[in-house]
């Protein structure tokens, strides 16, 4: 039997097993802004710019800033289940002094979301592809206390 896979959604945005699921994005050395996605230039206007990029991971956790319930399957890409579930879409504020989007698994009641909330940046099967591999997305949880 063929082994199955699992694959991230993007290559190198979020670490793979058996690493703790983590988000990478990148610090500028010249002025210390975090970006998320990876930035190809540093966007701090007040920047001199002289020192590169450098890739780095992420904190796990973060506060819930914002978030809503997206009710209607977004277009491809994007591989919605048929039937459509609602699921929940998060605005986590990092201590990085950013904020990441991201997805709320499927079995975590959307009612108990609440701002200033606890979050956690988990791997979950976003889908599995035409081989039968798991693609795998980061998405954000309340975090065990
Ligand atoms: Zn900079």
Redesign the pocket.
Known sequence: MEVKKQIPCLEGWLTMPPQEPQLIGNR?Q??G?YFFPKAKT?R?PL?D?VKPLKDVLLSRKGKLFSYTINHYPPPPPYHAPDPFVPFGVVSIALPEGIKVGGQVPKDVDLDSLKVDTEMETVREVLYIDDQGNEVLSWMFRPAKS
């Open positions: 500028c010249s002025c802004h540093c701090n920047c710019k």
